[in-house]
């Protein structure tokens, strides 16, 4: 490991000026690369091998650019992927190139429509901040968002859509959303069926939380970027993190947005080997049904929304690429998912509880 740090801190003055002398300049080599990257998407499996050059991406800053472990906005600041994810005018075609890369399940299908499942019942139309770091002051688990968009009509990032995002805190509760209905709060989970192990959603007690849920446009490649906490899990449902994606949108002065036509909603998954560990570290610990009805598997998700994420014919994979941010998982996870949707589309806003 520490081999590997120094090897990078050499590397990375070396890319600088690499970088530095690769913007094309006269209309033809502007031309060339243009021709080299549209080559470059078509020809290689574009979503896996985006991921792969974010990562590639990451790596270089988390673990040799910053003496301590990243946190906050500034963790964001732009521009972080310009350079290493187009490819270069001569020379490195192997990052979105014909490079072999690991076989993955999506990797057979370049432009995957990510598939639409429903947004439950704890979305908040209005009232999603945009920002960045949407912890709070949540505890629990560092884990950095990676979220890639691709358009399937061009294999291409799509810059410049809105992605929305919400989730549960470590014990599983919802912003907002603190208690059940007076009446079901004995409550037992539904058997059998479609249904089997929910609860009724708990109802908004709580208008002003905000906690675990946020909204960051894509930069120019396609790529928003968010902080916050690794999931806890609730009654019946698999650990999962909710995303919704708006090509336009309003800022208000209170710094929430609001977003009519909707490219995507979906849900993002963490293996169960992870969920695992994480069961075990606090505070996921205290969660209130750890000892009785305790977490529920992603093959045994309520709603079939774990199956139904991975479209009809197990095409996308909507499970996080999880890389350690540091030596030991306690430092914090770097999750990446790429999400491929049709930027001509208009999904519908369901909730088929
Ligand atoms: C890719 O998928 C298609 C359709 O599922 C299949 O016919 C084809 O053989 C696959 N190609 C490779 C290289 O696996
Ligand atoms: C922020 O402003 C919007 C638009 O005026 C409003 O709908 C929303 O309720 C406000 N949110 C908060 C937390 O004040
Ligand atoms: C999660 O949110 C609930 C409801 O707001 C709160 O009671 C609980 O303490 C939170 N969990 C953690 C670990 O802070
Ligand atoms: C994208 O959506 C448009 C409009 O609904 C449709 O005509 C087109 O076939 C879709 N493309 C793909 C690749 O799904």
């Not at 075609?93 to 019942?121: W, Y």
């Not at 979220?147 to 992605?163: A, M």
């Not at 698999?238 to 609001?258: D, E, L, M, Q, R």
């Amino acid at each position: 490991m520490p081999g590997i740090h120094r090897l990078l801190v050499v590397l990375l003055p070396l890319l600088a000026s690499v970088v530095a002398h690769k913007e094309p300049k006269t209309t033809q080599e502007v031309e060339v690369q243009r021709a080299l990257q549209a080559a470059a998407y078509h020809c290689a499996p574009a979503i896996e091998q985006f991921t792969a050059a974010r990562q590639r991406s990451w790596a270089q800053k988390v673990l040799a650019g910053r003496p301590s472990l990243p946190g906050y906005e500034e963790l964001f600041a732009a521009g972080t992927y310009a350079d290493s994810i187009a490819p270069a005018p001569n020379g490195d075609q192997t990052m979105m190139g014909c490079s072999p890369v690991k076989e993955t399940r999506i990797q057979n299908n370049s432009c995957v429509l990510t598939p639409v499942v429903t947004e439950g019942p704890y979305y908040h139309k209005a009232g999603h901040p945009i920002r960045q770091n949407i912890a709070e002051l949540e505890d629990g688990l560092l884990l950095l968002l990676d979220i890639g968009v691709i358009d399937v009509e061009t294999c291409k990032p799509l810059p410049n859509v809105l992605v929305d995002i919400w989730q549960a805190n470590a014990t599983g509760h919802y912003a907002g959303h603190p208690t059940p209905a007076p009446h079901l709060v004995d409550e037992q989970p539904q058997v059998g069926g479609k249904r089997a192990g929910l609860l009724s959603a708990f109802p908004r007690t709580n208008e002003h939380e905000t906690f675990l849920r946020g909204a960051w446009p894509t930069d120019a490649n396609g790529v928003a970027q968010f902080t916050t906490i690794f999931p806890g899990y609730y009654t019946g449902r698999a650990t999962h993190i909710h995303a919704k994606v708006f090509p336009a949108w309003t800022t208000h002065p209170n710094g929430t947005f609001s977003a009519e036509r909707l490219l995507h909603t979906g849900q993002f998954f963490f293996d169960d080997a992870i969920n695992v560990r994480v069961d075990n570290m606090h505070p996921y610990t205290e969660n209130p049904i750890r000892h009785t009805r305790g977490r529920t598997r992603n093959w045994r998700d309520s709603l079939n929304i774990f199956e139904d994420s991975h479209g009809p014919e197990r095409e996308y994979n909507p499970v996080f690429k999880l890389d350690f941010l540091g030596g030991v998982i306690q430092q914090g996870l770097m999750g990446y998912i790429t999400m491929g949707i049709n930027a001509s589309a208009t999904v519908d806003n369901f909730w088929k509880g």
